[in-house]
């Protein structure tokens, strides 16, 4: 403000903007006054004048007749601010504060007319001396005075008296209304209203008139309607005002007005109030700036101040969904002239269609049309709406039973009386082409593609809009989902008449209209002026706004393939397939219901078979057996048992076979004496806690390869103990015992066999360890081409002497060995001590 100051000449925007203002001839009548400005009447110029009588006389009646009679509220639900009509026509008058002064891009009221006079105050101490201070009545208890002469003015006689009355039984009367009042009201009372009006005439009350009055700073109700004013002109002289009376006070000359208009349009909210917040959190935790702070154009109505306290309210306050963020938003459904949805930028619109809004008949079409038997036009006996209200032509009209469409040939209705002229209203409607008019738009859905929905609500049977497209024939048809649309997922066919096909594929938007199995639409051919064509209607439910519009396709034999449907309704039917009458209906349950028992027999086969399966796997025994079971002790004890078990079974019957194989070996046959050298028995003494498998490796001593059996003491390797499983065993003493016998090539004829054993019978005399667990092992030496089957011969004839334990000898194993001999190394078990 300080590098724009406001001067008079800035004001250029206003009618009133060559008003002077002189502050040298309006002092100040009291500190509370003497910032403002007011209107010198000595400067009032007839430009002024003019000015005021244009604006008022461009001004609607309405509007001068005081507050507005409706709101718009489509102007509201877009986020417009609105201006009430009273205020508008202070406006329009010019007799605002902010008209004034508002001129200048920031258009605050208080703000710039507090600059304004700050200005002229600086200019006017500067140059004017000073003058002493005297009481002068309020400013806006003159307004009042000159409003009252107003009244007084447009009150015919009759009227006149009454207030009158009034203000002497207040007893106020003559100090309000002086005599000269009185007398320019008669003056005017015997003037010809015509030749001057009488808003003219108050203004121009001389030195005193209104205009002389006026303080331009403060708000000035609009001036009461000819109907109301009798009471305003009493309630004018009762709230008359004190001289000095404060400003609030003046307040109560708007008694009458709606608190609407004084307060806004949600009247009794808080100015607080904030509708973003949900329930009791409404009380806003910033505090708004207040109007006076502010920048915007916000204007105060008088009253404001009054009922808000401290708080003045800005009139009129945005409306609440221009406040919403996107993301506080939450679902509801309001009427089309409050909210109507519609596309957003981002939203994805449908790519190749080729929309089409007529019928276009195409190829044989046209001569099966021109061929087609035409019906003789229906005409209806319909004459008059019912005196309900009811539009005529309803159920019974001849043409609406007939599918016709009644126009001025075939109904005697006035087109505005009949209800069955649907497509004239519809292309009526179109013709105007606003959102509202088209009232739908195409949408995508989650399952179905694209959807048409509603932007306002539909009353039942409305029409909504046409189905249009290529009108071809069936064999055209047929050629076409065979080979054009064979890879389509959608299909826009639709029968219009026996023998012709709607194809929407070029179209009108009512080829997106989804299937449901509950629709809230219904697709009806109407036969206007002869031609048939397919409208969509509202459904007797009617459509509300948002909704998506569908109707039952009801599909007889749509392509090959059954599509499945996802219109999500209640009895949904599954498939965008024919919707059945009753026999069908039964046919169609039986069929399914022996689906039904197959599929049920199948699932109990199937389930037997994998019964019986599992038990011919438990049958099969130990197979696998679980881990838990096998850390059982008892199960574990019981395995081992098992497996020893089976163990001795097997070597009983391997027993059984060498016995009986060696049974058939040489008996008494003379044997050659066998050297053999008694081998160190070595003692170890186990005291593991665990059980111990002992073996005893033993290298092949360096022997010299003679003739001769040479066992060497003290040959054989290192005896090497290992831990092989964990089972505690009480602690026992095992002696192993070695012996190595060679046998010489040289020894025949007596077989090698015989003569080993003779030489294990020489083991065998070897001292026994009482009480001692023994382990023999011995070590042949023979010759390379010794049969290890004969060797394993005398083995088992050595048991069967009874040499060794019942154990008997438990392996052979090694070969190889210097100078043709071959090494076997015998393992006895445990002798019987
Ligand atoms: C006349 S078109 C409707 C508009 C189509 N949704 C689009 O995006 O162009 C018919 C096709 O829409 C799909 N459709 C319509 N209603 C459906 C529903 N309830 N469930 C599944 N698909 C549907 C089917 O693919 C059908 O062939």
Redesign the pocket.
Known sequence: MAETPMTRESSTSSSLSDVDIDASTTPPTSQADTGEMSISSAKKPAALLEAIEESLERRPRRSRAGGPSSYNLKQLSDAQLPISTASASRNVSGLTGRTLVGGEAEGDVKTMGKGVSEDVEGEEEAELPPRPLQRKTSVRDRVKKAAGRVVGSVLGKRGRDVVEAGKRKLGRGKSQVTAEDEDEDEASDTEPQEEVPRWKKALEMGPKGLLDELDLDIDLPAPPPAKKARLSGKEAMKDSPQPSAPLAKAATATKSMKPWVREGLYVGQSPDFDPTQPGGKRKLTKKRPSSSSSSTTTTTMPGAAESAGSKSRTFLPLPMFGYLKEEKTRDFRIPYDVFAPSLRKGDERPKDWHQVNRNRLVGEAKQIWEKSERLPASRCVCRTPSAGGEMACGDHCLNRVMQYECNDDNCAVKGGECGNRCFADLTSRLKKGGAFDVGVEVLKTD?????VRSCRTWGPGEIIMEYTGEIVSEGECQRRMREEYKDK????LMELERGLIIDGTKGSMA??????CEPNCEVRMVKVNGTPRMGVFAGERGVATGQELTYDYNFDNFGEKV?????GAASCRGT?SKRLNKDEQKKQLKVENEKKRKAAEEAQQAAEDEERKKRVKSDRGSGWRGWASVDDPEVKERLKQEKREREEAAKSSDRARRLAARGSGAQGAEREPVVRKKVEAKRRRTVAVEETVTRSTQQQGEGDGGDEVDVEAGAAGAVVPAVASSRPVSAATVTTRKTEITISETAEPEPVADRLVTALDGVQDDEELEGEAEEEEVVVVAPAKTKKQSIMKSVGQAVRNGLFGAVGAKALGGSGGKGGLKQSTLNFGKRSG
């Open positions: 399952r179905r593609g694209f959807g997922q959608c299909y826009y080829r997106f209209i989804n299937h449901s599509q499945n449907c996802y219109c965008l």
